[in-house]
T-cell receptor, first 110, second 117 residues
Framework: GDSVTQMEGPVTLSEEAFLTINCTYT??????LFWYVQYPGEGLQLLLK?????DKGSNKGFEATYRKETTSFHLEKGSVQVSDSAVYFC?????????FGTGTRLTIIP | ETGVTQTPRHLVMGMTNKKSLKCEQH?????MYWYKQSAKKPLELMFV???????ENNSVPSRFSPECPNSSHLFLHLHTLQPEDSALYLC????????????????FGEGSRLTVL
């Protein structure tokens, strides 16, 4: 069935390091793809999205490109900050449902 | 402030108790959702209500009973829960679920942390 597989955490990086969190999906058709972020003590909020192949979503310095050929939507940021510490969820919208991965906990140390 | 408010934020209950979680949205949306967040598991969709009608029940045990009296309010009634039901329960809302053009963006509350003893 349809599913999302994302990089297992936790991930710990130093401030200003380069970040990649991998995400791949298995789905029929051409789903919309999302990254949601959950800061400590809060609910999930949309970080970025892409609705068709080769689209690039971007927000707050984060980027992800919809790669249909590799069914991937990896999240990247060139220089992370302490305030980026959170749990990141990859998800896709298909069959009228939003399906999420397990989440990846990211901790940035000064 | 996301426009989706959940109460209580924390709940501890015994296996024989009956309690309810409440969610309220102020965004004018027509669809509301319950998700279960457990450690090291995918975020699990439990129920979907679209225009107050339940459109999704993702094989959830009957000890969880949802109620949606109107498009702004959603409840999750809990009874005879098990310790493995301990988790963060997230409510979300969106524009019409499944409507043409809807791309799947959800607005989440902060969650209710449930502990079953």
């Amino acid at each position: 069935g349809d599913s999302v597989t994302q990089m297992e955490g936790p991930v710990t990086l130093s401030e200003e390091a380069f970040l990649t969190i991998n995400c791949t999906y298995t789905a029929t058709g051409y789903p919309s793809l999302f990254w949601y972020v959950q800061y400590p003590g809060e609910g999930l909020q949309l970080l970025l999205k892409a609705t068709k192949a080769d689209d690039k979503g971007s927000n707050k310095g984060f980027e992800a490109t919809y790669r249909k050929e590799t069914t991937s939507f990896h999240l990247e940021k060139g220089s992370v900050q302490v305030s980026d510490s959170a749990v990141y969820f990859c998800g896709y919208f298909g069959n009228e449902k939003l399906t999420f991965g397990t989440g990846t906990r990211l901790t940035i140390i000064p | 402030e996301t426009g989706v408010t959940q109460t209580p934020r924390h709940l501890v209950m015994g296996m024989t108790n009956k309690k309810s979680l409440k969610c309220e949205q102020h965004l004018g949306h027509n669809a509301m959702y319950w998700y279960k967040q457990s450690a090291k598991k995918p975020l699990e969709l439990m129920f979907v209500y679209n225009f107050k009608e339940q459109t999704e029940n993702n094989s959830v045990p009957s000890r969880f009973s949802p109620e949606c009296p109107n498009s702004s309010h959603l409840f999750l009634h809990l009874h005879t829960l098990q310790p493995e039901d301990s988790a963060l329960y997230l409510c979300a809302s969106s524009q019409d679920a499944g409507a043409l053009g809807w791309t799947g963006e959800l607005f989440f509350g902060e969650g209710s942390r449930l502990t079953v003893l």
